[in-house]
Nanobody, 114 residues
């Protein structure tokens, strides 16, 4: 199982970024996927999730209306479109899934909003 995030970077407040998470080693289309983030000195927090079939999504209150989660099963890739970014969105962003009785995480991609 491997999850690899990309797309992070530095952006000014009000800007946009799209994060990607490439997946391998498991049947991607069968699993719910999530995004989490961890800011310096803070605990990791839930950002968004999407069901295995894409029919339902959830968002943290802090990002609702600004972030959009999506998935492309053909590419085995999870996305997070982030608009109207704020300084408080600065964090290391992780994608994650639960399978085989455990949780799997990527290495994270850094998002810095100034």
């Amino acid at each position: 199982v491997q999850l690899v995030e990309s797309g992070g970077g530095s952006v000014q407040a009000g800007g946009s970024l799209r994060l990607s998470c490439a997946n391998s080693g498991f049947t991607f289309c069968n699993y719910e996927m999530s995004w989490y983030r961890q800011a310096p000195g803070k605990e990791r927090e839930f950002v968004s999730s999407i069901t295995f079939d894409g029919s339902s999504t959830r968002y943290a209150a802090s990002v609702k209306g600004r972030f959009t989660i999506s998935r492309d099963d053909a590419k085995k890739t999870l996305y997070l479109q982030m608009n109207s970014l704020k300084s408080e969105d600065t964090a290391l962003y992780y994608c994650a899934t639960a399978l085989g009785g455990g949780s799997w995480w990527g290495q994270g991609t850094q998002v810095t909003v100034s």
